[in-house]
């Protein structure tokens, strides 16, 4: 069988849209001489969460022996593809060894297992899960998380081995699954990078030491004098966050992977104070910032490039350079070929799906394009994981490598 396999469809009932994507997975896993599928990835819309015990059952009936992790969502996707705010599935089969990887959850918890890097599904209820996220980073060699919250208008239940409401669950590597994840930015800085000076929990006093209502704005272009054309502007503006002496931007006009993008919940004009929905620090680099298309293409192109150039290496330039090694006496012999991508997952922000790219699958258009067209699935999230981070308006990208 291929090492990955996937399948998708959408159906007002999901006992269709399993059996449509069930065929498509058993046909590219086509016999199994090169080994027996043992984890499972299942993501299905929101409009399948009632009947999610019920789905699950049948996808272990189906494969029996698969370990399975996975999460509802608003919306869920697959290669070139996405089924947003409508019912519809996604399922990636593996054939990994047993050994390399482990399926945990608060009923299941990871024990002895030497974890390098896991994959994370969220309940957003959830207490304290930004420090739940960065604990469970701790407990990794590398410290690289990657996965989403699931979303939904209602229930937004996990898989792991189990159907699951509440807390935190997903699957762990050892070191010997090689992967790739990136995140790519959906934001675009509309001002200048700023430290905070003055604040209290999530309520930012000062800026500069200016007040922080005064410099948003300054950085919106609107005079304090005439407030009603304020109100429409700050409703479409967030605050981009970084911790102290750290770089918020990667390059001119564009965040770096470390900043946090997040929303502005409040002003107090009697004060000069914002407030954004997460809490801050002194010394804390900010930045105000929109949501920007052509910024989130190029960005999502970007991240799609460095993926295949780590596991994908240009053979071409491989080969061109060994003639000159030679002195270019003779035909270059064959360049032993780099790692493969096998197959990948992508989540993506709520916020960015449906017809925010410009067209309905045009994100996942953009993936399949800059990626190549390799099993892929994932789902639209109410917040993405990566790193010990919970970002918003993100993209994470994680590729896994042939043998």
């Given at each position: 069988?291929?090492?990955?396999?996937?399948?998708?469809?959408?159906?007002?009932?999901?006992?269709?849209?399993?059996?449509?994507?069930?065929?498509?997975?058993?046909?590219?896993?086509?016999?199994?001489?090169?080994?027996?599928?043992?984890?499972?990835?299942?993501?299905?819309?929101?409009?399948?969460?009632?009947?999610?015990?019920?789905?699950?059952?049948?996808?272990?009936?189906?494969?029996?022996?698969?370990?399975?992790?996975?999460?509802?969502?608003?919306?869920?996707?697959?290669?070139?593809?996405?089924?947003?705010?409508?019912?519809?599935?996604?399922l990636m089969l593996a054939a990994l060894p047993r050994s390399e990887f482990r399926v945990f959850s608060g009923a299941q918890p990871l024990g002895g297992f030497a974890a390098h890097t896991a994959q994370v599904h969220a309940d957003p209820a959830t207490p304290d899960l930004a420090e739940l996220i960065d604990e469970l980073s701790a407990r990794t060699a590398s410290g690289y998380l990657f996965g989403g919250l699931a979303s939904g208008r209602g229930r937004a239940p996990q898989i792991a081995d189990g159907v699951h409401d509440g807390g935190v669950s997903g699957v762990a590597f050892s070191e010997r699954i090689t992967l790739v994840s990136r995140v790519t930015q959906g934001c675009q800085p509309v001002g200048p990078v700023r430290t905070?000076?003055?604040?209290?929990?999530?309520?930012?006093?000062?800026?500069?030491?200016?007040?922080?209502?005064?410099?948003?704005?300054?950085?919106?272009?609107?005079?304090?004098?005439?407030?009603?054309?304020?109100?429409?502007?700050?409703?479409?503006?967030?605050?981009?966050?970084?911790?102290?002496?750290?770089?918020?931007?990667?390059?001119?006009?564009?965040?770096?992977?470390?900043?946090?993008?997040?929303?502005?919940?409040?002003?107090?004009?009697?004060?000069?104070?914002?407030?954004?929905?997460?809490?801050?620090?002194?010394?804390?680099?900010?930045?105000?910032?929109?949501?920007?298309?052509?910024?989130?293409?190029?960005?999502?192109?970007?991240?799609?490039?460095?993926?295949?150039?780590?596991?994908?290496?240009?053979?071409?330039?491989?080969?061109?350079?060994?003639?000159?090694?030679?002195?270019?006496?003779?035909?270059?012999?064959?360049?032993?070929?780099?790692?493969?991508?096998?197959?990948?997952?992508?989540?993506?922000?709520?916020?960015?799906?449906?017809?925010?790219?410009?067209?309905?699958?045009?994100?996942?258009?953009?993936?399949?394009?800059?990626?190549?067209?390799?099993?892929?699935?994932?789902?639209?999230?109410?917040?993405?994981?990566?790193?010990?981070?919970?970002?918003?308006?993100?993209?994470?990208?994680?590729?896994?490598?042939?043998?």
């Amino acid at each position: 069988m291929k090492p990955f396999a996937h399948g998708h469809a959408t159906h007002a009932d999901w006992r269709v849209a399993l059996a449509r994507a069930a065929q498509q997975v058993d046909s590219a896993r086509g016999n199994e001489r090169n080994g027996v599928p043992t984890l499972g990835w299942l993501y299905f819309s929101d409009h399948y969460a009632g009947e999610a015990e019920a789905l699950y059952a049948e996808v272990r009936r189906r494969w029996p022996g698969v370990a399975w992790v996975g999460a509802g969502g608003i919306g869920v996707s697959a290669s070139g593809v996405e089924h947003f705010d409508e019912p519809g599935l996604a399922l990636m089969l593996a054939a990994l060894p047993r050994s390399e990887f482990r399926v945990f959850s608060g009923a299941q918890p990871l024990g002895g297992f030497a974890a390098h890097t896991a994959q994370v599904h969220a309940d957003p209820a959830t207490p304290d899960l930004a420090e739940l996220i960065d604990e469970l980073s701790a407990r990794t060699a590398s410290g690289y998380l990657f996965g989403g919250l699931a979303s939904g208008r209602g229930r937004a239940p996990q898989i792991a081995d189990g159907v699951h409401d509440g807390g935190v669950s997903g699957v762990a590597f050892s070191e010997r699954i090689t992967l790739v994840s990136r995140v790519t930015q959906g934001c675009q800085p509309v001002g200048p990078v700023r430290t905070i000076t003055g604040a209290e929990r999530n309520v930012i006093a000062t800026l500069d030491d200016r007040p922080a209502l005064a410099c948003l704005l300054d950085d919106l272009g609107i005079d304090v004098a005439t407030p009603a054309r304020a109100l429409p502007a700050v409703r479409q503006t967030l605050a981009g966050l970084s911790a102290a002496h750290t770089d918020l931007l990667a390059r001119a006009g564009q965040f770096g992977t470390d900043t946090l993008v997040r929303h502005l919940i409040g002003i107090d004009p009697q004060r000069g104070a914002i407030a954004i929905g997460d809490a801050v620090r002194r010394g804390m680099r900010l930045a105000f910032c929109q949501r920007d298309i052509e910024a989130a293409r190029r960005d999502l192109v970007r991240i799609c490039a460095e993926v295949r150039e780590e596991l994908e290496p240009d053979e071409l330039a491989l080969r061109a350079a060994q003639p000159a090694a030679r002195g270019g006496s003779a035909e270059p012999s064959p360049a032993a070929p780099g790692p493969r991508i096998a197959g990948a997952i992508y989540v993506s922000c709520s916020g960015r799906g449906g017809p925010h790219f410009g067209a309905p699958s045009a994100e996942l258009a953009i993936v399949r394009r800059a990626l190549g067209d390799v099993p892929l699935v994932g789902f639209f999230a109410a917040g993405e994981i990566a790193r010990n981070h919970l970002y918003g308006y993100t993209g994470v990208l994680t590729a896994f490598a042939a043998d």
